[in-house]
């Protein structure tokens, strides 16, 4: 069915994702934080009439808008891309995938564009209320839109609700409600956007306690450092929360991410929680070289977290790629045997069809049927393949939970001494508020680092590796849009790097 | 009541859905066709600015239909999704990437320290209303010139025409048609921004924008009738309904117009509104010919869209072999996604609803030279 060619190919196809995914969420989580931020400042402002908090609004309003252009320019491509460079898996798993984009597009997007014409130029135009309400809406519609494409993205690393179809070689829909509703894509959407909400609470803090420090618009950046902490203290206990839900559904629906992200290679009971650690680059599947250069462990923490019960079996590794029959673990080995039987069975089936064979097509089909949830293995050529980048991926997530927690100090101590009003002399304070929204941008790119590295080599998890799911297309081609893109976002990136911080200095008061 | 629709209907149903989406897209397109008469119409920078502000408030109403247009092809028609975006790479990639410009250049236009300064901005929004429209309808004439691609027993695309989706352009034919919508777009735009503007500040734009409605249709009228008439003479492609066999046949277009006069009707109808809206503001003192024209556009994209799919017509052919065409019966969804997809679409009449709500909000007052020099006002 298929030659494993192409490697350089998929690379240049995986760069072009990463890079237009990753440059598309800088600017994602400051819409959705922000969105929110601006319609609890314009709510304070509708609430208590007072036109030092319009003044407010209208200044972050003005920061959201320039944010939220260049965040548009860079996802239109991300929702044809699947259709580029992922052809054979658009059409695999169109039947499903394509759903939720169109919903996305349906119920999110026109929200967030209709209703952002009102936010931004409606102030004379409308009433004050349904001002309010737009704003609303915008914060809504943007969610949203996040929910619909995390429920697409889950789906890929939790396939549900469908069911192969032989005679059209593709995956269809069978639940709706199962796709809508998996594990993975509600601890997807709760983590996503309240990493979102954090960040845009991040942003205020950053760009207030550069007033703060440079002495400007004080009050105004007083104001708005409280809103921002309370929102960016509850929502990063939440992302705490979540991401620990995350890491449970990754324990039990993707085994071998958790144990890339963990460096877990031996699988253990009563496993320890690496808390910081030094991976030792020469460590391959199977050799029994001491995975960690130095690290630092918390006894039986990823046993309690992983299975949410305490001494349980957390497979690693090398029990994924290899087996572990005591543990009923089945490797990658032998899920490659099943997955070439049934990669077989479904040309025997489309052969016999096509011969007008039925008995046989009925016995292929039969078969088939029996290895067909190893599929996707069937087209790796060595069970060591199914292991994702493990340094990247441990890195990322160390770095994600390790800010996380860094945060939901800032968050504490910003908002404390604002309420007694003794923020404005903390410099060395105020720097790091600025320095925190860097940070925040660091463990969020992470985070997606994480998911997606640590997903490889699928395309969608066990049943479509990325080999597969590639377009039919020159290497030629992928470069150069490669190189379009990385151009034009990067140009783009800088001017609004500028516009932004041209805007900061400008301040609330003038245009 | 959507439960029970057996599958060949909601494929008729998608079409039609999809259809009406590309149509929209193609009425709000009067967003391009402001931005490439900004330099032509506008003399000053108040004049710039009042275009420019009327437009921005509409622009990405416009993207987001184009983007809904490829959600719902996508989800309706995963097979057309896969084989077109990833066979004909190049001509969606140009198309996208003039759209990705247009996103950031309202916004960055006038903005201090915007690095490539105001007049690239321009250039882009230029290039998005030129060469952004003029593909998409290049590639919507391959509806019916047909496309080079082989599909496996797999399903998966193989594009046999190295220009990768750009040979769509080098057909006079599918270029017309892009020709075609460039100007109906400029029609449109003029239109539009008669209608929006208030013009008592800055009393040069209205004659322009009244002249280039009309000068405007009369360019689109040669490429409109050769794409029309060559439509009708021509070979198209057809599906045998016993055998599923694709072939081609002469004046199939033709044909399928007449077994289906109620498209042929939708056709002129939509030429005759266009026509009404452009002689209401082009010769006479009329404001409101956005709105028939408009309406024509809808309907002549209707037509279109109709015309290459229903009837037996495979809507994406292959000319590199036939039978790899793709029509709604064989590209389409499954019972189930399409069935619960058509529950999603019952909300498409709320969400046109809140558009037109908020549009009238917005706009029943005009435009005006004031407004964008207050100091209250937020503007592009
Ligand atoms: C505090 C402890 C945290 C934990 C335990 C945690 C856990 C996780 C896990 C396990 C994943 C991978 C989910 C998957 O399988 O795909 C993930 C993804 C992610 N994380 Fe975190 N995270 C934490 C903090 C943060 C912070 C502070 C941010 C950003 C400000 C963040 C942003 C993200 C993002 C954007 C993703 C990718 C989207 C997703 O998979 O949900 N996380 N996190």
Avoid at chain 2, 19 to 34: H, N, R, Y
Avoid at chain 2, 119 to 137: D, K, M, R, W
Wanted: glycine share 10%.
């Amino acid at each position: 069915m298929l030659e494993q060619t192409g490697l350089e190919l998929v690379n240049w196809a995986r760069a072009q994702f990463a890079l237009t995914a990753m440059f598309h969420w800088i600017f994602v989580p400051l819409t959705l934080g922000l969105s929110f931020l601006c319609a609890f400042f314009e709510s304070i402002y509708v609430k208590t009439g007072k036109e030092e908090w319009r003044r407010l609004t209208r200044f972050w309003m003005r920061l959201f808008g320039i944010n939220f252009a260049i965040g548009v320019a860079t996802g239109i491509i991300l929702e044809f891309e699947f259709g580029t460079n992922w052809s054979n898996y658009s059409w695999m798993v169109g039947d499903i995938f394509g759903a939720p984009l169109a919903i996305e597009g349906l119920v999110a997007f026109f929200l967030e564009a209709t209703f952002f014409a009102v936010m931004f130029f409606g102030w004379d135009r409308v009433s004050k209320g349904f001002h309010l309400f737009s704003t609303w809406m915008v914060a809504i519609g943007s969610n949203l839109s996040a929910l619909w494409i995390l429920v697409a993205n889950g789906w890929m690393q939790f396939p549900t609700g469908m069911a192969f179809n032989p005679d059209k070689a593709r995956f269809e829909m069978q639940n709706f409600w199962d796709v809508l509703f998996s594990p993975v894509a509600v601890s997807k959407f709760t983590h996503t956007t309240s990493s979102g909400f954090l960040l845009g609470s991040l942003f205020v803090i950053s760009v207030s306690s550069w007033y703060l420090l440079k002495g400007r618009h004080k009050d105004m950046a007083k104001k708005s450092i409280v809103v921002a902490s309370v929102f960016g203290l509850l929502s990063a206990l939440f992302v705490g929360f979540t991401g620990d839900e995350a890491a449970y559904t990754d324990a039990q629906k993707q085994p071998m991410k958790l144990a890339a992200f963990e460096g877990l290679w031996k699988g253990q009971e009563n496993a320890g929680l690496v808390a910081l650690g030094v991976l030792n680059p020469d460590k391959r599947p199977g050799d029994d070289k001491d995975p960690f250069i130095f690290e630092i462990r918390v006894p039986g923490l990823l046993s309690l977290l992983a299975n949410r019960s305490p001494g349980s079996f957390v497979p690693g590794i090398d029990d994924l790629v290899y087996g572990n029959s005591a543990q009923g673990v089945m490797g990658a080995d032998e899920k490659i045997k099943r997955g070439k039987v049934a990669i077989q069975q479904l040309a025997a089936y489309k052969k016999a069809q096509q011969l007008g064979d039925q008995v046989a097509a009925e016995t292929a089909l039969q078969k088939f049927n029996d290895y067909k949830a190893y599929l996707g293995f069937g087209y790796l050529d060595s069970p060591e393949q199914a292991v994702p980048p493990v340094g990247i991926t441990f890195y990322s997530f160390h770095a994600m939970v390790a800010l996380g927690t860094l945060f939901i100090l800032i968050f504490f101590i910003f908002l404390v001494l604002t309420m007694k009003d003794r923020i404005e002399g903390q410099r060395a304070l105020l720097l790091l508020g600025v320095l925190s929204l860097f940070l925040g941008f660091i463990a969020s790119e992470a985070g997606w680092v994480v998911a997606e590295v640590g997903r490889q080599p699928w395309a969608i998890q066990d049943l479509l590796p990325v080999t597969v799911a590639r377009t039919d297309i020159n290497v030629g081609s992928v470069k150069t849009t490669f190189f379009m893109f990385l151009v034009t976002f990067t140009v783009l990136f800088i001017a609004e790097v500028g516009i932004m911080l041209k805007q900061i200095q400008i301040g609330p008061e003038g245009k | 009541m959507i439960g029970n629709l057996d599958l060949s209907t909601l494929q008729y149903i998608w079409w039609i859905l999809a259809s009406i989406v590309g149509s929209l897209f193609l009425f709000m397109t009067f967003v391009q066709g402001g931005q490439t008469l900004l330099w032509q119409v506008a003399k000053t920078d108040d004049e710039k600015g009042l275009v420019i502000n009327s437009l921005g408030r509409k622009w990405e109403l416009t993207f987001t239909t184009l983007v809904l247009f490829g959600g719902a092809l996508f989800a309706a028609f995963p097979k057309f999704y896969a084989t077109s975006f990833g066979g004909a790479y190049w001509v969606w990639i140009l198309i996208l990437f003039t759209f990705v410009v247009q996103a950031v250049s309202y916004e960055f236009r006038k903005k201090p320290n915007n690095l490539l300064g105001t007049g690239t901005y321009e250039l882009f929004l230029f290039i998005n209303g030129t060469i952004g429209i003029l593909l998409i309808g290049a590639a919507v004439g391959t509806f019916f010139t047909g496309s080079n691609f082989v599909l496996n027993e797999y399903n998966w695309v193989r594009w046999t025409n190295p220009l990768r989706g750009l040979e769509a352009a080098f057909s006079l034919f599918n270029l017309s048609l892009g020709i075609f919508l460039v100007f109906n777009a400029r029609v449109l735009g003029a239109l539009y921004l008669v209608n929006n503007i208030d013009f008592s500040g800055c009393k040069g734009l209205e004659p322009r924008l009244r002249k280039a409605v009309l000068v405007n249709f009369l360019c689109s009228l040669p490429f409109l009738l050769y794409f029309l008439v060559k439509l009708l003479i021509m070979d198209g492609f057809t599906i045998d309904p016993q055998t599923g066999v694709v072939s081609v046949v002469a004046g199939k277009y033709l044909a399928n117009l007449l077994a289906m006069p109620w498209v042929l009707g939708l056709l002129l109808a939509g030429v005759l509104l266009v026509i009404w809206g452009v002689v209401a503001t082009g010769l006479k003192e009329g404001t409101s010919g956005i709105w028939p024209a408009g309406l024509g556009t809808v309907f002549v994209g209707l037509s279109v869209f109709f015309t290459a799919a229903f009837n037996n017509t495979p809507f994406y052919p292959s000319k590199a072999d036939l039978q790899s065409s793709l029509s709604i019966f064989n590209a389409s969804s499954s019972h189930y996604t399409l069935t619960a997809m058509t529950y999603v679409a019952l909300l498409i009449p709320v969400v046109l609803g809140y558009i037109a709500y908020v549009w009238h909000a917005m706009d029943s007052k005009k435009l005006g030279k004031e407004e964008l020099l207050s100091d209250e006002a937020e503007y592009y």
